[in-house]
């Protein structure tokens, strides 16, 4: 049985006055039956976590380098996001493969540093508009799947968030047919690669544009295990109610 899992990204916004919403979450969620969790940016991160701790709100990093430690300047290494508080982190989100060229084989070496951190590895596969207007959905996503997902994966450190990147951060949403499909392939491919064990015990999450008043149908989809919301987790007031729908899912 997969544990759901309500996922916020923060991305670059929020400053120590944000924890206030993170400290509304965390007494609104003293204890729940789905896995929550917050991505605030890197320097809130280990006040995020004092803010969390005792709740069911969990803290996770928005990237990590590849890296254990070394000339990296600006860089942040998964060990550093273990010693912030950080339980997971999200990577090969698409901003991070438009705004720094990440390619599939970036994600994955990432991947590799993050769970052998002992961090869940969040990884974020979509594809855009062209490529969904152009019949490609699956091509792309399976490619990005086998490109950034490495071998020898576990299902408990790992997530994988389908985000078409023509839904982030834009009011559109796929419809549940396709948001299905494309999810009843992820578990099909995990499958073929890492075996039906492994496979489906893999949580797959569903993010672009999650609203508290889209939250329920989407989380009654075949195989959407939880959502990774960019701006309804910002406020609590938005958030809480995309959990409560997950809880009731
Ligand atoms: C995201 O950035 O991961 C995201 C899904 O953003 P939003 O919910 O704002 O579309």
Redesign the pocket.
């Known amino acids: 049985m997969r544990r759901k899992l309500a996922a916020g ?1 923060w ?1 670059m916004n929020g400053t120590g006055d944000s924890l206030s919403e993170l400290s509304a979450l965390a007494e609104g969620h003293p204890s729940a039956s789905v896995d929550i969790l917050i991505c605030p940016p890197a320097p809130l991160l280990s006040r995020a976590a004092a803010v969390a701790s005792g709740s069911a709100v969990t803290v996770g990093g928005q990237d990590c380098h590849a890296a254990a430690s070394g000339a990296h300047t600006g860089d942040i290494s998964a060990a550093m996001l273990v010693d912030a508080g950080a339980g997971s982190v999200i990577l090969g ?1 698409s ?1 991070r493969r438009q705004d720094h060229g990440e390619s599939d084989g970036d994600v994955r070496t990432k991947t590799e540093a993050a769970t052998a951190a002992g961090l869940i590895a969040i990884v ?1 596969v979509g594809e855009s508009l062209d490529q969904r207007e152009d019949g490609q959905t699956l091509d792309v996503i399976g490619a990005q799947m086998e490109g950034s997902v490495p071998d020898g994966m576990t299902a408990d450190r790992l997530v994988i ?1 389908y ?1 078409p990147i023509w ?4 009011g559109k949403v796929p419809t549940l047919e396709q948001i299905g499909e494309v999810h009843d392939f992820m578990r099909e491919r995990l499958t073929a690669r890492f075996g039906e064990a492994t496979a489906s015990g893999v949580r797959l999450l569903y ?4 609203k508290p008043s889209n939250a329920t149908e989407i989380f009654a989809v075949s195989n959407v295990d939880g959502a ?6 910002l406020k609590a007031a938005d958030f809480s109610p995309i959990i409560a729908a997950l809880e009731s899912a």
């Open positions: 990204n991305k989100h901003e974020c968030a985000e839904a982030i951060g834009t993010g672009g544009s999650v990774l919301v960019g701006g309804a987790s």
